[in-house]
Protein backbone atom coordinates (compact mmCIF):
# COMPACT_ATOMS: atom_id res chain seq x y z
CA UNK A 1 0.00 0.00 0.00
CA UNK A 2 2.38 2.19 0.56
CA UNK A 3 4.55 2.02 -2.09
CA UNK A 4 0.84 2.59 -4.33
CA UNK A 5 0.91 5.80 -2.41
CA UNK A 6 4.33 7.22 -2.81
CA UNK A 7 3.65 6.21 -6.44
CA UNK A 8 0.52 7.84 -7.15
CA UNK A 9 2.01 10.98 -5.47
CA UNK A 10 4.94 11.09 -7.61
CA UNK A 11 2.47 10.42 -10.50
CA UNK A 12 0.11 13.42 -9.20
CA UNK A 13 3.35 15.88 -8.64
CA UNK A 14 4.84 14.52 -12.19
CA UNK A 15 1.33 15.85 -13.59
CA UNK A 16 0.79 18.96 -11.79
CA UNK A 17 4.75 20.07 -13.17
CA UNK A 18 3.59 18.82 -16.67
CA UNK A 19 0.22 20.93 -16.33
CA UNK A 20 2.09 24.18 -14.60
CA UNK A 21 4.51 24.14 -17.90
CA UNK A 22 2.45 23.52 -20.47
CA UNK A 23 0.54 26.38 -19.28
CA UNK A 24 3.01 28.73 -18.62
CA UNK A 25 4.31 27.69 -22.48
CA UNK A 26 0.78 28.31 -23.46
CA UNK A 27 0.78 31.46 -21.97
CA UNK A 28 4.01 32.67 -22.78
CA UNK A 29 3.02 31.73 -26.85
CA UNK A 30 0.06 33.84 -26.54
CA UNK A 31 1.76 36.59 -25.47
CA UNK A 32 4.13 36.48 -28.00
CA UNK A 33 1.47 36.21 -30.34
CA UNK A 34 -0.31 39.12 -28.72
CA UNK A 35 3.15 41.49 -28.60
CA UNK A 36 3.08 43.52 -32.04
CA UNK A 37 5.34 46.21 -30.32
CA UNK A 38 8.02 45.31 -33.48
CA UNK A 39 5.68 45.00 -36.21
CA UNK A 40 3.39 48.36 -35.10
CA UNK A 41 6.73 50.33 -35.75
CA UNK A 42 8.00 48.66 -39.07
CA UNK A 43 3.85 49.33 -40.17
CA UNK A 44 4.45 52.94 -39.38
CA UNK A 45 7.97 53.45 -40.43
CA UNK A 46 9.24 55.45 -37.82
CA UNK A 47 10.91 54.54 -34.14
CA UNK A 48 9.09 57.66 -31.72
CA UNK A 49 11.98 58.30 -29.02
CA UNK A 50 11.10 60.60 -25.94
CA UNK A 51 13.73 62.29 -24.12
CA UNK A 52 14.52 65.45 -22.12
CA UNK A 53 17.23 67.06 -24.46
CA UNK A 54 18.93 68.93 -21.19
CA UNK A 55 20.93 66.53 -20.22
CA UNK A 56 24.35 66.43 -21.26
CA UNK A 57 26.60 64.11 -22.33
CA UNK A 58 23.36 61.99 -22.65
CA UNK A 59 21.00 64.32 -25.13
CA UNK A 60 21.52 67.66 -25.55
CA UNK A 61 21.18 70.19 -28.79
CA UNK A 62 24.05 71.88 -30.59
CA UNK A 63 24.61 73.80 -33.34
CA UNK A 64 26.17 70.91 -35.86
CA UNK A 65 27.70 72.81 -39.58
CA UNK A 66 25.02 75.50 -38.92
CA UNK A 67 22.10 73.68 -37.83
CA UNK A 68 20.34 72.72 -34.42
CA UNK A 69 20.82 69.00 -33.77
CA UNK A 70 20.06 66.88 -30.89
CA UNK A 71 23.71 65.16 -29.86
CA UNK A 72 24.77 62.86 -27.54
CA UNK A 73 25.33 59.04 -26.70
CA UNK A 74 21.69 58.44 -25.93
CA UNK A 75 20.25 60.06 -29.45
CA UNK A 76 23.65 57.37 -31.47
CA UNK A 77 22.04 54.73 -29.16
CA UNK A 78 18.19 55.57 -30.80
CA UNK A 79 20.04 55.75 -34.15
CA UNK A 80 21.58 52.23 -33.72
CA UNK A 81 17.90 50.59 -32.56
CA UNK A 82 16.34 52.58 -35.54
CA UNK A 83 18.52 51.01 -38.18
CA UNK A 84 18.29 47.62 -36.59
CA UNK A 85 14.68 47.67 -37.38
CA UNK A 86 15.20 49.26 -40.68
CA UNK A 87 12.64 52.43 -39.51
CA UNK A 88 13.17 56.40 -39.61
CA UNK A 89 14.12 57.71 -36.17
CA UNK A 90 11.68 60.54 -34.86
CA UNK A 91 12.69 62.34 -31.57
CA UNK A 92 10.15 64.05 -29.57
CA UNK A 93 11.11 66.32 -26.28
CA UNK A 94 9.42 67.13 -23.58
CA UNK A 95 10.21 67.34 -19.43
CA UNK A 96 11.68 64.36 -18.21
CA UNK A 97 8.32 63.87 -15.63
CA UNK A 98 6.24 63.65 -18.56
CA UNK A 99 7.98 60.58 -20.04
CA UNK A 100 6.31 57.77 -18.58
CA UNK A 101 2.89 59.47 -19.54
CA UNK A 102 3.86 60.01 -23.06
CA UNK A 103 5.01 55.89 -22.86
CA UNK A 104 2.50 54.99 -21.60
CA UNK A 105 -0.42 56.71 -23.43
CA UNK A 106 1.60 55.66 -27.19
CA UNK A 107 2.71 58.82 -28.07
CA UNK A 108 6.40 57.37 -28.11
CA UNK A 109 7.63 54.21 -28.03
CA UNK A 110 10.57 53.80 -26.27
CA UNK A 111 12.47 56.32 -23.80
CA UNK A 112 15.89 57.13 -24.35
CA UNK A 113 16.56 59.61 -21.50
CA UNK A 114 19.52 58.81 -19.03
CA UNK A 115 16.66 56.61 -17.32
CA UNK A 116 16.89 54.16 -14.42
CA UNK A 117 15.10 51.11 -14.00
CA UNK A 118 13.62 51.13 -10.63
CA UNK A 119 10.93 48.55 -8.56
CA UNK A 120 8.18 51.14 -9.23
CA UNK A 121 8.93 52.00 -12.47
CA UNK A 122 9.19 48.42 -13.66
CA UNK A 123 5.64 47.48 -12.44
CA UNK A 124 4.69 49.54 -15.44
CA UNK A 125 6.95 49.68 -18.38
CA UNK A 126 9.77 47.27 -19.65
CA UNK A 127 13.39 47.92 -19.53
CA UNK A 128 15.55 46.97 -21.51
CA UNK A 129 19.43 45.15 -20.28
CA UNK A 130 21.58 48.14 -18.79
CA UNK A 131 23.75 50.10 -21.76
CA UNK A 132 25.77 52.04 -18.59
CA UNK A 133 26.81 51.95 -15.06
CA UNK A 134 26.93 55.23 -13.47
CA UNK A 135 28.58 56.41 -10.39
CA UNK A 136 26.50 58.58 -8.04
CA UNK A 137 28.03 61.58 -6.94
CA UNK A 138 27.60 65.18 -5.60
CA UNK A 139 28.27 68.15 -7.56
CA UNK A 140 29.09 71.10 -5.15
CA UNK A 141 30.97 74.48 -4.82
CA UNK A 142 34.68 73.74 -5.09
CA UNK A 143 35.10 76.68 -2.06
CA UNK A 144 32.70 74.07 -0.50
CA UNK A 145 35.27 71.03 -1.14
CA UNK A 146 36.43 70.50 2.81
CA UNK A 147 32.97 70.97 4.10
CA UNK A 148 31.29 68.13 2.71
CA UNK A 149 33.17 64.35 2.62
CA UNK A 150 30.32 62.60 3.72
CA UNK A 151 26.45 62.11 3.70
CA UNK A 152 26.23 63.25 7.09
CA UNK A 153 27.94 66.50 6.34
CA UNK A 154 24.78 67.91 4.85
CA UNK A 155 22.49 67.85 7.98
CA UNK A 156 19.98 70.69 7.90
CA UNK A 157 21.33 71.83 4.26
CA UNK A 158 19.49 72.18 0.69
CA UNK A 159 20.43 69.68 -1.47
CA UNK A 160 18.81 69.50 -4.99
CA UNK A 161 17.88 66.68 -7.53
CA UNK A 162 16.01 66.76 -10.86
CA UNK A 163 12.36 65.44 -9.95
CA UNK A 164 11.32 61.69 -10.62
CA UNK A 165 15.19 60.56 -11.20
CA UNK A 166 17.06 58.09 -9.12
CA UNK A 167 19.44 60.84 -7.69
CA UNK A 168 15.97 62.49 -6.39
CA UNK A 169 14.93 59.04 -4.59
CA UNK A 170 18.84 59.12 -3.30
CA UNK A 171 18.62 62.73 -1.91
CA UNK A 172 15.62 61.84 -0.31
CA UNK A 173 16.41 58.90 1.04
CA UNK A 174 20.19 58.72 1.81
CA UNK A 175 21.03 62.01 3.11
CA UNK A 176 19.69 62.52 6.60
CA UNK A 177 18.63 65.53 7.83
CA UNK A 178 19.16 67.17 4.51
CA UNK A 179 16.32 69.38 3.00
CA UNK A 180 15.15 67.95 -0.18
CA UNK A 181 14.89 70.48 -3.51
CA UNK A 182 13.21 68.80 -6.28
CA UNK A 183 13.50 70.73 -9.89
CA UNK A 184 11.98 69.55 -13.16
CA UNK A 185 15.15 70.71 -14.41
CA UNK A 186 18.59 69.46 -14.59
CA UNK A 187 19.92 73.31 -15.33
CA UNK A 188 17.51 74.60 -12.51
CA UNK A 189 19.57 72.91 -9.85
CA UNK A 190 22.64 74.09 -11.14
CA UNK A 191 21.76 77.78 -11.46
CA UNK A 192 20.42 77.05 -7.33
CA UNK A 193 24.11 75.73 -6.94
CA UNK A 194 25.91 78.65 -8.47
CA UNK A 195 23.71 81.48 -6.39
CA UNK A 196 24.40 79.43 -3.31
CA UNK A 197 20.61 78.46 -3.23
CA UNK A 198 21.32 74.55 -2.15
CA UNK A 199 25.18 73.51 -1.22
CA UNK A 200 25.03 70.48 -3.79
CA UNK A 201 23.08 67.98 -6.51
CA UNK A 202 23.37 64.37 -6.36
CA UNK A 203 23.98 63.37 -10.10
CA UNK A 204 25.22 60.99 -12.12
CA UNK A 205 29.19 61.33 -12.15
CA UNK A 206 29.30 62.07 -16.74
CA UNK A 207 26.81 64.84 -15.61
CA UNK A 208 28.46 66.68 -12.94
CA UNK A 209 31.72 65.87 -14.77
CA UNK A 210 30.60 67.97 -17.64
CA UNK A 211 29.65 70.53 -15.67
CA UNK A 212 32.61 70.77 -13.60
CA UNK A 213 34.84 70.41 -16.78
CA UNK A 214 33.00 73.48 -18.00
CA UNK A 215 32.93 75.75 -14.82
CA UNK A 216 36.27 75.67 -12.50
CA UNK A 217 34.13 76.55 -9.83
CA UNK A 218 32.41 73.51 -9.28
CA UNK A 219 33.51 70.43 -8.06
CA UNK A 220 32.88 66.76 -8.52
CA UNK A 221 32.54 64.67 -4.80
CA UNK A 222 32.69 60.95 -4.64
CA UNK A 223 29.85 60.39 -1.93
CA UNK A 224 29.40 57.24 0.22
CA UNK A 225 26.02 56.37 -0.96
CA UNK A 226 24.29 53.11 -0.12
CA UNK A 227 23.71 52.69 -4.42
CA UNK A 228 27.22 54.42 -5.40
CA UNK A 229 26.50 52.78 -8.46
CA UNK A 230 23.38 52.66 -11.05
CA UNK A 231 22.47 51.79 -14.52
CA UNK A 232 20.77 53.07 -17.35
CA UNK A 233 18.58 51.17 -19.28
CA UNK A 234 15.77 51.92 -21.85
CA UNK A 235 12.36 51.91 -20.98
CA UNK A 236 8.99 50.58 -23.23
CA UNK A 237 5.71 49.73 -23.01
CA UNK A 238 4.61 47.15 -20.73
CA UNK A 239 4.50 43.54 -22.52
CA UNK A 240 6.33 44.72 -25.38
CA UNK A 241 8.43 41.99 -25.01
CA UNK A 242 9.81 41.46 -29.08
CA UNK A 243 10.87 45.06 -28.85
CA UNK A 244 12.94 44.49 -25.39
CA UNK A 245 14.52 41.90 -27.11
CA UNK A 246 15.60 43.63 -30.25
CA UNK A 247 16.78 46.68 -27.63
CA UNK A 248 18.95 44.16 -25.93
CA UNK A 249 20.17 43.07 -28.79
CA UNK A 250 21.46 45.93 -30.11
CA UNK A 251 22.79 46.94 -26.63
CA UNK A 252 25.01 43.88 -27.11
CA UNK A 253 26.26 44.47 -30.24
CA UNK A 254 27.57 48.22 -29.67
CA UNK A 255 29.10 46.88 -26.06
CA UNK A 256 30.64 44.50 -27.84
CA UNK A 257 31.93 46.48 -31.20
CA UNK A 258 33.06 49.31 -28.70
CA UNK A 259 30.39 51.69 -30.43
CA UNK A 260 29.27 53.01 -27.58
CA UNK A 261 32.40 53.90 -26.02
CA UNK A 262 33.06 55.86 -29.44
CA UNK A 263 29.71 57.29 -29.08
CA UNK A 264 30.53 58.78 -26.05
CA UNK A 265 34.06 59.74 -26.62
CA UNK A 266 32.05 62.09 -29.77
CA UNK A 267 29.17 63.55 -26.88
CA UNK A 268 32.33 64.59 -24.86
CA UNK A 269 33.76 65.83 -27.78
CA UNK A 270 30.52 67.81 -28.90
CA UNK A 271 29.64 69.55 -25.76
CA UNK A 272 31.48 72.54 -26.12
CA UNK A 273 32.63 74.94 -28.41
CA UNK A 274 34.61 77.93 -29.30
CA UNK A 275 31.76 79.94 -31.40
CA UNK A 276 30.28 83.33 -29.01
CA UNK A 277 27.23 82.75 -27.05
CA UNK A 278 24.75 84.81 -29.59
CA UNK A 279 26.25 83.13 -32.84
CA UNK A 280 25.97 79.47 -31.41
CA UNK A 281 22.45 80.01 -29.55
CA UNK A 282 20.78 83.48 -31.13
CA UNK A 283 18.57 81.18 -33.74
CA UNK A 284 17.47 79.23 -30.88
CA UNK A 285 16.03 82.41 -28.98
CA UNK A 286 14.62 83.38 -32.50
CA UNK A 287 12.41 80.41 -32.79
CA UNK A 288 11.14 80.15 -29.58
CA UNK A 289 10.01 84.38 -29.77
CA UNK A 290 8.55 83.48 -33.07
CA UNK A 291 6.35 80.36 -31.81
CA UNK A 292 5.51 81.93 -28.69
CA UNK A 293 4.03 85.02 -30.47
CA UNK A 294 2.14 82.34 -32.90
CA UNK A 295 0.71 80.15 -29.56
CA UNK A 296 -0.17 83.66 -27.90
CA UNK A 297 -1.92 84.85 -31.37
CA UNK A 298 -4.11 81.38 -31.67
CA UNK A 299 -4.82 81.72 -28.03
CA UNK A 300 -5.59 85.61 -27.70
CA UNK A 301 -8.18 84.22 -30.97
CA UNK A 302 -9.84 81.47 -30.53
CA UNK A 303 -10.16 82.59 -26.77
CA UNK A 304 -11.86 85.80 -27.62
CA UNK A 305 -14.04 83.54 -30.15
CA UNK A 306 -14.98 80.89 -27.66
CA UNK A 307 -15.13 84.03 -24.55
CA UNK A 308 -17.84 85.60 -26.57
CA UNK A 309 -20.11 82.90 -27.04
CA UNK A 310 -19.52 81.61 -23.46
CA UNK A 311 -20.37 85.31 -22.20
CA UNK A 312 -23.45 85.89 -24.19
CA UNK A 313 -24.31 82.29 -22.56
CA UNK A 314 -23.63 83.01 -19.10
CA UNK A 315 -25.92 86.57 -19.84
CA UNK A 316 -28.96 84.83 -21.10
CA UNK A 317 -32.21 85.70 -19.68
CA UNK A 318 -34.28 83.04 -18.62
CA UNK A 319 -37.57 85.54 -17.49
CA UNK A 320 -38.18 86.32 -21.34
CA UNK A 321 -40.94 84.59 -22.93
CA UNK A 322 -39.88 81.73 -25.19
CA UNK A 323 -40.93 78.34 -26.02
CA UNK A 324 -39.93 74.92 -23.69
CA UNK A 325 -36.53 74.09 -25.79
CA UNK A 326 -35.52 77.48 -25.96
CA UNK A 327 -35.69 77.85 -22.55
CA UNK A 328 -33.98 74.78 -21.53
CA UNK A 329 -31.64 75.61 -24.37
CA UNK A 330 -30.57 78.27 -22.47
CA UNK A 331 -30.47 76.75 -18.96
CA UNK A 332 -28.05 74.65 -20.14
CA UNK A 333 -25.86 77.23 -22.17
CA UNK A 334 -25.94 79.29 -18.82
CA UNK A 335 -25.09 76.02 -16.41
CA UNK A 336 -22.55 74.98 -19.03
CA UNK A 337 -20.48 78.49 -19.38
CA UNK A 338 -20.55 78.26 -15.57
CA UNK A 339 -19.35 75.32 -14.84
CA UNK A 340 -16.43 75.83 -17.83
CA UNK A 341 -15.37 78.72 -16.86
CA UNK A 342 -15.33 78.18 -12.84
CA UNK A 343 -13.50 74.99 -13.97
CA UNK A 344 -10.70 76.55 -15.70
CA UNK A 345 -10.25 79.97 -13.77
CA UNK A 346 -10.06 76.94 -10.92
CA UNK A 347 -7.31 74.90 -12.11
CA UNK A 348 -3.75 75.29 -13.45
CA UNK A 349 -2.68 76.02 -16.80
CA UNK A 350 -0.37 73.11 -16.45
CA UNK A 351 -3.09 70.95 -15.29
CA UNK A 352 -5.06 71.24 -18.09
CA UNK A 353 -1.71 71.08 -20.97
CA UNK A 354 -1.44 67.70 -19.34
CA UNK A 355 -4.81 66.89 -19.44
CA UNK A 356 -5.65 68.04 -22.79
CA UNK A 357 -1.73 66.25 -23.90
CA UNK A 358 -2.37 62.75 -22.47
CA UNK A 359 -5.94 62.63 -22.07
CA UNK A 360 -6.93 63.10 -25.83
CA UNK A 361 -5.05 59.71 -26.45
CA UNK A 362 -6.12 58.54 -23.47
CA UNK A 363 -10.60 58.85 -23.93
CA UNK A 364 -10.61 59.41 -27.73
CA UNK A 365 -7.55 57.37 -29.08
CA UNK A 366 -6.20 60.88 -31.12
CA UNK A 367 -2.71 61.18 -30.71
CA UNK A 368 -2.32 65.15 -31.17
CA UNK A 369 0.23 66.96 -31.19
CA UNK A 370 2.02 68.57 -28.39
CA UNK A 371 1.98 72.10 -30.47
CA UNK A 372 -1.88 71.63 -31.35
CA UNK A 373 -2.26 70.40 -27.32
CA UNK A 374 -0.81 73.50 -26.38
CA UNK A 375 -2.60 75.49 -28.70
CA UNK A 376 -5.71 73.73 -27.35
CA UNK A 377 -5.05 74.60 -23.93
CA UNK A 378 -3.95 77.83 -24.02
CA UNK A 379 -6.94 78.88 -26.38
CA UNK A 380 -9.56 77.44 -23.98
CA UNK A 381 -7.63 78.80 -20.56
CA UNK A 382 -7.55 82.45 -22.36
CA UNK A 383 -11.39 82.09 -23.15
CA UNK A 384 -12.75 81.33 -19.77
CA UNK A 385 -10.93 84.59 -18.80
CA UNK A 386 -12.14 86.44 -22.32
CA UNK A 387 -15.46 85.55 -21.20
CA UNK A 388 -15.66 87.38 -18.01
CA UNK A 389 -14.03 90.30 -19.51
CA UNK A 390 -16.65 90.37 -22.11
CA UNK A 391 -19.45 90.01 -19.99
CA UNK A 392 -18.20 92.67 -17.51
CA UNK A 393 -17.74 94.84 -20.26
CA UNK A 394 -21.58 94.11 -21.51
CA UNK A 395 -22.69 94.67 -17.65
CA UNK A 396 -21.24 98.59 -17.86
CA UNK A 397 -23.19 99.19 -20.64
CA UNK A 398 -26.46 101.38 -19.63
CA UNK A 399 -29.72 99.46 -19.43
CA UNK A 400 -31.34 102.15 -21.12
CA UNK A 401 -29.18 101.60 -24.21
CA UNK A 402 -31.02 97.95 -24.80
CA UNK A 403 -34.63 99.94 -23.63
CA UNK A 404 -33.83 102.52 -26.69
CA UNK A 405 -32.76 100.17 -29.01
CA UNK A 406 -35.92 97.87 -28.32
CA UNK A 407 -37.87 100.92 -28.74
CA UNK A 408 -36.90 101.34 -31.98
CA UNK A 409 -37.66 98.17 -32.92
CA UNK A 410 -34.42 96.30 -33.16
CA UNK A 411 -34.51 92.85 -32.27
CA UNK A 412 -32.46 91.23 -29.25
CA UNK A 413 -29.60 89.72 -31.83
CA UNK A 414 -29.37 93.16 -33.41
CA UNK A 415 -29.24 95.26 -30.38
CA UNK A 416 -26.31 93.42 -28.98
CA UNK A 417 -24.56 93.23 -32.26
CA UNK A 418 -24.95 97.12 -33.24
CA UNK A 419 -25.83 99.07 -29.82
CA UNK A 420 -24.61 96.82 -26.76
CA UNK A 421 -20.89 95.50 -28.21
CA UNK A 422 -19.53 98.55 -29.91
CA UNK A 423 -19.71 100.62 -26.18
CA UNK A 424 -18.84 97.49 -24.66
CA UNK A 425 -15.39 97.16 -26.59
CA UNK A 426 -14.26 100.50 -24.93
CA UNK A 427 -14.01 99.03 -21.65
CA UNK A 428 -12.97 95.58 -22.80
CA UNK A 429 -10.35 96.97 -25.05
CA UNK A 430 -7.34 97.36 -22.00
CA UNK A 431 -8.49 94.33 -20.43
CA UNK A 432 -8.46 91.77 -23.38
CA UNK A 433 -4.79 93.90 -24.41
CA UNK A 434 -3.76 92.81 -20.79
CA UNK A 435 -5.60 88.62 -21.40
CA UNK A 436 -2.74 88.96 -24.84
CA UNK A 437 0.00 89.89 -22.53
CA UNK A 438 -0.68 87.80 -19.97
CA UNK A 439 -1.18 85.05 -22.49
CA UNK A 440 2.49 85.68 -24.46
CA UNK A 441 3.68 84.71 -20.80
CA UNK A 442 1.75 82.08 -19.74
CA UNK A 443 2.24 80.35 -22.77
CA UNK A 444 5.46 79.68 -21.37
CA UNK A 445 4.00 76.50 -19.50
CA UNK A 446 3.69 74.42 -22.74
CA UNK A 447 7.29 73.79 -22.60
CA UNK A 448 6.64 70.92 -20.59
CA UNK A 449 5.31 68.83 -23.24
CA UNK A 450 8.14 70.02 -25.59
CA UNK A 451 6.76 72.99 -27.39
CA UNK A 452 9.30 74.69 -28.68
CA UNK A 453 8.45 78.26 -27.89
CA UNK A 454 10.73 80.64 -26.00
CA UNK A 455 10.84 78.80 -22.55
CA UNK A 456 11.51 75.70 -24.16
CA UNK A 457 14.50 76.68 -26.17
CA UNK A 458 15.91 78.83 -23.11
CA UNK A 459 16.17 75.14 -21.49
CA UNK A 460 17.65 74.06 -24.56
CA UNK A 461 20.40 76.57 -24.49
CA UNK A 462 21.02 76.35 -20.92
CA UNK A 463 21.59 72.57 -21.31
CA UNK A 464 23.96 72.91 -24.20
CA UNK A 465 25.85 75.76 -23.05
CA UNK A 466 26.38 74.77 -19.27
CA UNK A 467 25.04 78.36 -18.77
CA UNK A 468 21.80 78.55 -16.84
CA UNK A 469 21.57 82.20 -16.03
CA UNK A 470 22.49 84.25 -19.16
CA UNK A 471 19.61 82.70 -20.88
CA UNK A 472 17.18 83.73 -18.92
CA UNK A 473 18.40 86.70 -18.36
CA UNK A 474 18.53 87.21 -22.74
CA UNK A 475 14.72 85.48 -22.26
CA UNK A 476 13.38 88.26 -19.86
CA UNK A 477 14.64 91.39 -21.79
CA UNK A 478 13.10 89.40 -25.14
CA UNK A 479 9.79 88.78 -22.86
CA UNK A 480 9.82 92.63 -21.56
CA UNK A 481 10.46 93.48 -25.27
CA UNK A 482 7.67 92.09 -26.60
CA UNK A 483 4.92 92.63 -23.94
CA UNK A 484 6.09 96.08 -23.70
CA UNK A 485 5.71 97.02 -27.19
CA UNK A 486 2.37 94.73 -27.21
CA UNK A 487 1.03 97.40 -24.42
CA UNK A 488 2.23 100.36 -26.11
CA UNK A 489 0.45 99.67 -29.35
CA UNK A 490 -2.72 98.63 -27.45
CA UNK A 491 -2.64 102.39 -25.42
CA UNK A 492 -2.46 104.01 -29.57
CA UNK A 493 -5.53 101.55 -30.40
CA UNK A 494 -7.23 102.77 -27.33
CA UNK A 495 -6.77 106.27 -27.88
CA UNK A 496 -7.74 106.31 -31.38
CA UNK A 497 -11.09 104.15 -30.77
CA UNK A 498 -11.94 106.70 -28.18
CA UNK A 499 -10.73 109.30 -30.53
CA UNK A 500 -13.37 108.00 -33.52
CA UNK A 501 -16.18 107.31 -30.95
CA UNK A 502 -16.11 111.38 -29.77
CA UNK A 503 -16.05 112.57 -33.74
Known amino acids: MKKIYKLLLLVSVLVGLFLTSTTNIIAATQSNANDNSVTKIKQKGLLVVGLSADYAPYEFHQTIKGQDKIVGFDISMAKAIAKNLGVKLQIKEMAYDALLGALKTGKIDVIISGMTPTAERRKEVNF ?186 KRANLKTQATFIVKLGKVVGKVLSNVYIEFVRGTPLMVQVYMIFFGATWLFSLNISAFVAGAIAVSLNSAAYV ?65 GELMFKTATVQGASFSPFIPLVITALIYFVLTFTLSRGLGLLEKRFNLSNRQ
Open 387 to 451: AEIIRSGINSVADGQTEAARSLGFSTGKTMRYIILPQAIKNILPALGNEFVTVIKESSVVSVIGV
Open 128 to 313: SKAYLEVNQVMLINKKDVNKYKSVTDFGGKKVAAQKGTTQADITTSQLPNAKTVLLTKFTDAILQLESSKVVGIVAESPVAKAYAQHDKRLKVVKMNFATAVGITAIAMPKGADALTKRVNGVIDQVKKDGSFTKWQKLANSQMFTSKSFLSQYGSYFVSGTGLTLVLAAIGVFFGAVLGTVLALM
